[in-house]
């Protein structure tokens, strides 16, 4: 069992505070590619979390789900992408 | 010797992703919020994820098995990381770029021109160079 305060924790605490702003970007963001990007950083930032949460569990399957996070977040935002330019596929 | 390193990687990766956050909140444009909100975030991940490396070959030196698995996990999760994200991050100022977003107080477009896109810019760049 982990102790209550760990350095782990904290940094998680932060990385959620700066989800937190760019959701506000995602909000107030005045065109579609402002919200496209605010989505690109917070997947970024939840890939990160995740590996700090599998160090902190000493647990890997949660470093496995950071691995496939990143892959499809990155397959959904280039068919962001791809629709934001318009055209066909 | 092994913690203070890994606190330093910790504290440096935590304060990029932080900075980036906040120069997505506060810069007027596109893409100076991509230049933001893109290479910060992956520059502090970089460290995030290496203080982890740390602790995982640190668990290895010590003699546990389990060490090494978090090790090697966390050096794909990397790799993954730092393959997908700057390719996102041309696709999405590519789309912006072609969905005729400017960038602030932006004049003429260059890119365009080159790529030979619209007749008239060029056209009143050469009456301007007469």
């Known amino acids: 069992m982990i102790e209550f305060?760990?350095?782990?924790?904290?940094?998680?605490?932060?990385?959620?505070?700066?989800?937190?702003?760019?959701?506000?970007?995602?909000?107030?963001?005045?065109?579609?590619?402002?919200?496209?990007?605010?989505?690109?950083?917070?997947?970024?930032?939840?890939?990160?979390?995740?590996?700090?949460?599998?160090?902190?569990?000493?647990?890997?399957?949660?470093?496995?789900?950071?691995?496939?996070?990143?892959?499809?977040?990155?397959?959904?935002?280039?068919?962001?992408?791809?629709?934001?330019?318009?055209?066909?596929? | 010797m092994f913690e203070i390193i890994i606190y330093l990687l910790l504290i440096i990766g935590v304060f990029f992703n932080l900075l980036g956050s906040l120069g997505l909140l506060r810069f007027p444009d596109v893409y100076t919020r991509l230049h933001a909100g893109t290479k910060?975030?992956?520059?502090?991940?970089?460290?995030?994820?290496?203080?982890?490396?740390?602790?995982?070959?640190?668990?290895?030196?010590?003699?546990?098995?389990?060490?090494?698995?978090?090790?090697?996990?966390?050096?794909?999760?990397?790799?993954?990381i730092l393959l997908t994200n700057p390719t996102g991050a041309h696709a999405i100022a590519r789309a912006a770029h072609k969905s005729g977003v400017m960038p602030i107080n932006a004049q003429v477009d260059h890119l365009k021109e080159d790529t030979g896109g619209s007749k008239k810019t060029t056209e009143i760049k050469k009456k301007e160079a007469r």
């Open chain 1, 5 to 89: 305060f760990n350095e782990y924790i904290l940094v998680i605490a932060i990385l959620m505070l700066s989800i937190v702003i760019a959701i506000i970007r995602v909000i107030l963001g005045p065109t579609a590619p402002d919200r496209v990007v605010g989505l690109d950083t917070i997947n970024t930032i939840v890939i990160s979390g995740m590996v700090l949460l599998g160090a902190l569990y000493q647990d890997i399957i949660y470093i496995d789900v950071a691995i496939v996070y990143a892959l499809l977040s990155f397959i959904s935002t280039l068919f962001i992408a791809k629709y934001l330019e318009g055209g066909g596929f």
């Open chain 2, 40 to 80: 910060c975030t992956t520059f502090g991940s970089i460290f995030l994820i290496g203080s982890v490396i740390l602790l995982g070959l640190k668990d290895w030196y010590l003699g546990s098995t389990n060490g090494s698995i978090l090790a090697i996990h966390a050096i794909v999760a990397l790799v993954a």
